[in-house]
T-cell receptor, first 114, second 114 residues
Framework: AQSVTQPDIHITVSEGASLELRCNYS??????LFWYVQSPGQGLQLLLK??????LVQGIKGFEAEFKRSQSSFNLRKPSVHWSDAAEYFC????????????FGDGTTLTVKP | DAGVIQSPRHEVTEMGQEVTLRCKPI?????LFWYRQTMMRGLELLIY????????DSGMPEDRFSAKMPNASFSTLKIQPSEPRDSAVYFC????????????FGNGTRLTVT
């Protein structure tokens, strides 16, 4: 069965610092990978996705993620964090199917210090 | 594009009462999903529809839960009778029926059952 692991439940970074959120997936086939962000009281919003091609994908709000098949990882990065990036971030994976059958990780809560 | 619209935003009810949650997907999207989010269990897929037909309801917790999609622009999730353990945020999401299509989430309904 497909699964997603986000090892970090909570991360705190200072405003302006760089950010990396980790995501590991399990299964053998080529995955479709997604990062979503959830602000308090809101639904999830897509940041970026990977399904083929260049393993470094760019998303909205200055985020990027790199697919590393050898490490089964799809880590999310941002060079300089803004206070408005404080939110919960979810990694999701799907295989050869509509993204609705995505399996979500447990999420990482990001706190940004001034 | 108004996005996915859910109502009500908040619902407080007493144990044993019937609860109906409503969702209007994005026009043109042919997949609709109901998720439940709790601290303990994270984000769980309850059921999803394709072209108004339920495809997979294996995530519906028990017979007290039912979902319908009478037309392409409306879906309901009903809980009868409700129990305190049903307290959660319920999200509706929609997507286009193509591979690696991302989900578009509504802002959710926060249900509290006392």
């Amino acid at each position: 069965a497909q699964s997603v692991t986000q090892p970090d439940i909570h991360i705190t970074v200072s405003e302006g610092a760089s950010l990396e959120l980790r995501c590991n997936y399990s299964y053998g086939a080529t995955p479709y990978l997604f990062w979503y962000v959830q602000s308090p009281g809101q639904g999830l919003q897509l940041l970026l996705k990977y399904f083929s091609g260049d393993t470094l994908v760019q998303g909205i709000k200055g985020f990027e993620a790199e697919f590393k098949r050898s490490q089964s990882s799809f880590n999310l990065r941002k060079p300089s964090v803004h206070w408005s990036d404080a939110a919960e971030y979810f990694c999701a994976v799907a295989y050869n199917t509509n993204a609705g059958k995505s399996t979500f990780g447990d999420g990482t809560t990001l706190t940004v210090k001034p | 594009d108004a996005g996915v619209i859910q109502s009500p935003r908040h619902e407080v009810t007493e144990m044993g009462q019937e609860v109906t949650l409503r969702c209007k997907p994005i026009s043109g999207h042919d997949y609709l999903f109901w998720y439940r989010q709790t601290m303990m269990r994270g984000l769980e897929l309850l059921i999803y529809f394709n072209n108004n037909v339920p495809i997979d309801d294996s995530g519906m917790p028990e017979d007290r839960f039912s979902a319908k999609m009478p037309n392409a622009s409306f879906s309901t999730l009903k809980i009868q009778p409700s129990e305190p353990r049903d307290s959660a945020v319920y999200f509706c999401a929609s997507s286009l029926g193509v591979l690696h299509s991302p989900l578009h989430f509504g802002n959710g309904t926060r249900l509290t059952v006392t």
